[in-house]
Structure formats: C-alpha cells, structure tokens
C-alpha cells in the first residue's frame, strides 16, 4: 500500500472550513484513499473514502488531485468537536486489507 | 452504521496476571478481525488478525505467545495479554471489516501495575 505524507498539526477556527491535505504520491491506480480520525482515547472513526472522483457525505468532502498524487480533507464547518488526529491511508480495494498507520494530522478546532 | 464494541473499556491489573480483551461485531458477521495496540501520542499499531475458525496471523515482532487470540465465532474475537507486565500498559482497539470499510471498537486501557 502507498505511503501518505500529512501535516503533523494544523489549528482551525470553530465555523471555518478546514482543509486537511494527504500526499501519497506513489498510490497505484487501484487504491483508495480513506480517510479516518481518531479523538482523543477512543477508537477511529471512518470518515470518507474515494478514488477518483470527489466525494462528499454528511460528515465531510474528499477532493482528490487529477492524478491521485495529493487529496484534501474538507470539513466545511469545524466545531470543537472535529478536534481529532486524522489519517490519510492508500488502501487497495477489498475490505480485509490491512490498513497501515502513519502519525497523522493532529487538528485543533479553536473557539 | 456497524457497531463494534469491546470489552472491557479499561483494565488494571497486577504483573504477571492475564487479561483478556471482547472484541464483537454486533450487526454483523465478521470473519475477520484485526486487533491494535497504541501507546500515548503514536499512531495504532497492526500487532495481528484474527481469522474465524483458524489461526490468528501476527505481525512481525509480535509474541503469539504472549497475545493470544482466539475468533470462535463470527461475531467474537479476543485477545489474551498473558503474564502482563507493565510496558503491556496501552491502548488496544480491535477493528472487523464489513462489505465497504471497516469499523472500530472504542478500544481498551490496559493499565498494569
């Protein structure tokens, strides 16, 4: 599976967007790119995953480069409670892969 | 969405004692499950999967030995952390897949005195 590169910290003001970008430049044709965060001593929590095409849900948009080298995480309206360290991970499909972690970005959401 | 829970949340035990860590899907059959280990300010760490019906894959440098883990049924993984001694001290978060993404347990504090 690919390495992904982040941000080892970024602050946010609560109501701002925030734009949390993942490098993973060597991601082969075949991996997605998911994205999960973690808050502060519990268990990850999926938030979006995609492939090429942009993505959006109810909790967040992906927007993915047109060669899949670089993708941003985008929480439209942060509140206090989006502070979480969050994971970019290149995942081949099939969901019994393994999923390798690297350190993340840790998001502040400031009031 | 899925539900996983484990437990229990938080342990603490005395050296040389075993522990053992629930880890159940509770919507769904899982029959794979993969179980983590994180120590304060590091990112989860793989130690191994649980495979229904057979042996558990470890990861490098993990003792199977000393984690064992048993998946009886699809619904049931767990993790023993035998003879614990305190650097075993961490957070264990178990994760089973369902048909798109997987899903995470709120994990377990290990403490051991």
């Known amino acids: 599976d690919a390495k992904t590169t982040q941000p080892t910290s970024m602050d946010c003001a609560e109501g701002r967007a925030a734009n949390l970008p993942c490098n993973h430049s060597t991601i082969s044709g075949n991996e997605y790119v998911y994205w999960y965060r973690q808050i502060h001593s519990q268990g990850p929590q999926y938030i979006i995953h995609?492939?090429?095409?942009?993505e959006t849900n109810e909790m967040a948009s992906l927007i993915i480069t047109e060669d899949r080298k670089s993708s941003t995480l985008i929480l439209p309206h942060a509140t206090l409670r989006d502070t979480a360290v969050y994971y970019c991970?290149?995942?081949?499909?099939?969901?019994?892969?393994?999923?390798?972690w690297g350190l993340g970005t840790s998001l502040a959401v400031n009031p | 969405g899925a539900v996983v829970s484990q437990h229990p949340s938080w342990v603490i035990c005395k050296s040389g004692t075993s522990v053992k860590i629930e880890c159940r899907s509770l919507?769904?059959?899982?029959?794979?499950m993969f179980w983590y280990r994180q120590f304060p300010k590091q990112s989860l760490m793989l130690m191994a999967t649980s495979n229904e019906g057979s042996k558990a894959t470890y990861e490098q440098g993990v003792e199977k030995d000393k984690f064992l883990i048993n998946h009886a049924s699809l619904t049931l993984s767990t993790l023993t952390v035998t003879s614990a001694h305190p650097e075993d001290s961490s957070f264990y978060i178990c994760s089973a897949p369902d048909t798109y993404e997987q899903y995470f347990g709120p994990g377990t504090r290990l403490t051991v005195t």
């Open positions: 995609g492939l090429k095409n942009n």
């Open positions: 991970i290149a995942l081949g499909a099939g969901n019994n892969r393994k999923l390798i």
């Open positions: 919507d769904f059959q899982a029959t794979t």
